[in-house]
């Protein structure tokens, strides 16, 4: 028997696939986690995807605090939490600040109980052609993305080990798995990120500790109001709202909060949101050189550099004949939805 299985490599390949699949299916079936009753921390959580998963957990019966720069923000989200009847507390709080996480930490320890579930959710955008950008613009993308869940991660690590339990949601972003042009800042950050929370979810797993990567593609969720544009501003904010816009392109911003609740409830290590981005990750592992050429393609059709040059421009003050208009509607109401409106 065992001379003919080592004739067969490909089936001692496919049973071994075989029994991987069966043994992480069994473990996801085990480690399914309910939120009642946790603290959940979400940073970003004043608006947009993170408010989103505060009210998905928050139904679940969870504890939500949420971690933000704009106070204001933060005491709308804690009001339209509370109406509906989820315990909610806003702390504001700068990722970027590294004496500020831990005190953050601490509050909501003390307030809320020991934090089960971290969401690295905070972030920051930065549209413009490469000729735009300026070391800043990284260094800053570095200290959200990157800097930021870090610490925050080892602020809540201890306690996690030592019960041997809880939970780490990383959002990346497709920005993560594909350098997106006119995206460089961004781009560099979610891929920091990624490769952290990869690393960290194989260390921790012997702790009891789940670490899930998300990698959500473009979401109908207004964010673009709360970008930066550089360069020939009101035509990069006007392609980067439209494209977050359009079905087809973008995905519902409450389906994927609701998936990525259930990727942290099934402890998968990864998750990628939509069909495009999906498809987008398969193009790039088994084409990368046609990626490379598509990615060069849409780089010569976005506008080239100009305008106000490395100055920044805020999304919502970036309006033109193009945006907002009927192409942008859905993102426009869902901005409205999840407190990206004054």
């Known amino acids: 028997m065992l001379p003919a299985l080592a004739l067969r490599p490909g089936l001692l390949l496919a049973l071994g696939a075989g029994a991987l699949a069966t043994r992480w299916l069994a473990r996801r079936r085990a480690s399914r986690y309910s ?31 949420l971690l933000a720069r704009d106070t204001e923000e933060l005491a709308r989200a804690q009001r339209d939490l509370a109406a509906r009847g989820v315990t909610a507390l806003a702390i504001p709080c700068d990722v970027t600040d590294a004496e500020a996480i831990p005190a953050a930490v601490r509050e909501v320890a003390t307030r809320l109980g020991p934090v089960d579930v971290l969401v690295n959710n905070a972030g920051v955008i930065v549209v413009g052609p490469l000729d735009t950008v300026t070391l800043a613009d990284f260094d800053e993308s570095l200290r959200v993305h990157f800097w930021g869940p870090l610490r925050m991660t080892m602020a809540v690590l201890p306690e996690m080990r030592r019960r041997r339990a809880g939970r780490i949601v990383n959002v990346s972003s497709i920005g993560g798995k594909l350098a997106v042009p006119h995206l460089l800042p961004y781009c560099a950050g979610k891929f920091a990120l990624a490769g952290l929370s990869q690393g960290l979810g194989a260390e921790l797993a012997s702790d009891g500790v789940v670490v899930t990567t998300v990698f959500p593609g473009l979401m109908r969720i207004g964010s673009s109001r709360k970008a930066m544009f550089k360069g020939r501003y009101r035509a990069e904010h006007a392609w980067f709202s439209i494209a977050a816009s359009l079905p087809g392109l973008s ?3 409450e389906r994927a909060a609701r998936q990525i609740v259930e990727a942290c409830r099934d402890g998968v290590a990864e998750v990628v949101l939509s069909v495009p981005a999906r498809l987008a990750v398969l193009l790039q592992a088994g084409w990368p050189n046609v990626t490379a050429e598509l990615l060069a393609l849409a780089n010569r ?11 920044r421009a805020l999304g919502e003050s970036s309006g033109s004949a193009f945006s907002p208009s009927p192409l942008t509607a859905l993102g426009d109401r869902a901005a409205r939805r999840t407190n990206e409106v004054s």
Request: aromatic content about 2%; charged content about 20%; overall charge positive.
């Open 301 to 311: 059709v976005l506008p080239g550099p100009g305008g106000i040059g490395q100055r």
């Open 35 to 65: 939120f009642r009753d946790k603290t959940v921390l979400i940073t970003g959580g004043s608006r947009g995807l993170g408010l989103l998963l505060a009210r998905a957990v928050g139904a679940e019966g969870a504890r939500v605090a």
């Open 251 to 253: 995905m519902d911003a």
